[in-house]
């Protein structure tokens, strides 16, 4: 499209007069950190609050459709919706390859053939750059026959300090080794949020735990001599969900006629025989949900083509409300047994304030003090690129953020 040439025109220009590569660019994710926790807790988020105030912010992220982990951290990186860049769920079924992709499984993350488009870091890559990744999504994969420079097998052991050491490592090689590009990834508001909810005194010091990680994380850029341009984002909001607002799948369709190929926040079925109409009566009758087929559902999911991993038949229960298996039910009481239940979740409707996560970004390639209205995540791809001075892959996003963030 014209507006992709034109702004790769003005990104080689901006390149050309500058003479030298530019501040390294360090996204940094807080997984489930909800657009609203920085003016719910101030007194908790000092570094997150001066960069916001000194930087450009937006009222929310609208994360994609569903509003989970896996699927939001791959179009944050690569400005391309699930069904184009393939990671539709958390957990999802492929019938081309008959096989199941489980977020949690080594063998699902580690696939190439799960992984489509190009992330940030495969775009630094290609055009001579070099690109680090601490535990993003997608980067444990070698996506179109790339990886990043510096990467790591995802290993929940591994410390923080031990992380932050590495990022130092990094930024003190030699000009042609040092990262044009970091992905740097933080979980703990998400797993707070899940365990104990997103009101909890637990989430709460969560959210005090990111805002310094963030604070000693720019420090240590800046101690090898590097001003970053950093963007903050996350993949998703959170809201309350309680044991009593559970919906059990068992009692109102027989499992044995569909496949399941996720449940809780959203549901995926793939009928057994094909047929979906039998089933979507059956449906009908759910309280505090309503089932879609995949081609009637809202626009705005970007559902209605792409992928034949989207399931044929998808249920979206009302916000707080879970719809599962007695099996899931289960399995669930007995994980978090500090409140009898999950205490939080995500994946619901995007279009929910509770799902909107957090956008701030700063830095000298940044304009000072402004906020923006809320905007989709798939944009961030090409702002990633204006800032390091790369050529964008084709992708869903346009030049919004461009125009509105940068100097």
Not at 114 to 131: C, K, L, M, N, S
Not at 210 to 235: K, Q, T
Not at 253 to 265: N, R
Request: with cysteine; hydrophobic share 40%; glycine share 8%.
């Amino acid at each position: 499209m014209m507006w992709r040439i034109l702004l790769w025109m003005a990104l080689a220009a901006g390149a050309r007069g500058a003479g030298s590569s530019p501040p390294p660019l360090i996204a940094i994710s807080l997984d489930g950190f909800r657009w609203d926790y920085c003016d719910l807790h101030p007194g908790e988020t000092a570094n997150l609050r001066r960069l916001r105030q000194e930087g450009v912010t937006a009222r929310g992220l609208i994360p994609v459709f569903p509003s989970n982990t896996f699927p939001n951290h791959y179009s944050i990186v690569t400005g391309l919706y699930p069904a184009h860049h393939g990671i539709v769920n958390n957990e999802f079924f492929d019938p081309a390859r008959r096989m199941f992709f489980r977020y949690f499984q080594a063998s699902s993350v580690h696939d190439p053939a799960w992984w489509q488009g190009e992330p940030i870091w495969a775009t630094a890559i290609r055009q001579g750059r070099t690109a680090a990744v601490s535990f993003w999504v997608g980067s444990e994969a070698e996506v179109a026959g790339v990886r990043p420079t510096y990467w790591r097998s995802y290993d929940a052991s591994t410390t923080f300090e031990q992380r932050l050491a590495e990022v130092t490592t990094w930024m003190r090689q030699p000009p042609a080794q040092r990262p044009a590009v970091i992905a740097f990834y933080l979980e703990e508001t998400n797993g707070a949020g899940h365990r104990f909810g997103p009101a909890s005194p637990e989430l709460v010091a969560a959210i005090r735990l990111c805002d310094e990680r963030v604070g000693r994380l720019i420090a240590e850029v800046r101690s090898a001599g590097a001003e970053p341009n950093v963007m903050i984002v996350s993949d998703h909001g959170m809201t309350e969900i309680t044991r009593d607002r559970t919906i059990l799948l068992d009692e109102f369709i027989d499992l044995k006629t569909v496949q399941i190929d996720s449940d809780g926040s959203v549901l995926a079925l793939r009928p057994i025989d094909g047929k979906a109409d039998a089933l979507m009566a059956a449906l009908a009758k759910l309280p505090h949900a309503r089932a879609y087929r995949r081609e009637e559902m809202p626009a705005r999911f970007h559902f209605q083509d792409g992928s034949d991993r989207i399931a044929p038949v998808w249920v979206l229960p009302e916000e707080g409300w879970h719809l599962v298996t007695r099996a899931t039910f289960e399995r669930l009481r007995r994980r978090f047994t500090e409140k009898g239940y999950l205490a939080g979740d995500h994946g619901y409707d995007p279009a929910l304030a509770s799902m909107r996560g957090i956008f701030i970004a700063h830095g000298p390639a940044f304009r000072r003090g402004v906020e923006l209205p809320e905007m989709e995540n798939v944009h961030l791809y090409n702002l990633m690129c204006a800032v390091a001075k790369l050529r964008p892959a084709p992708n869903d996003g346009d030049d919004r953020l461009v125009r509105a963030a940068l100097r």
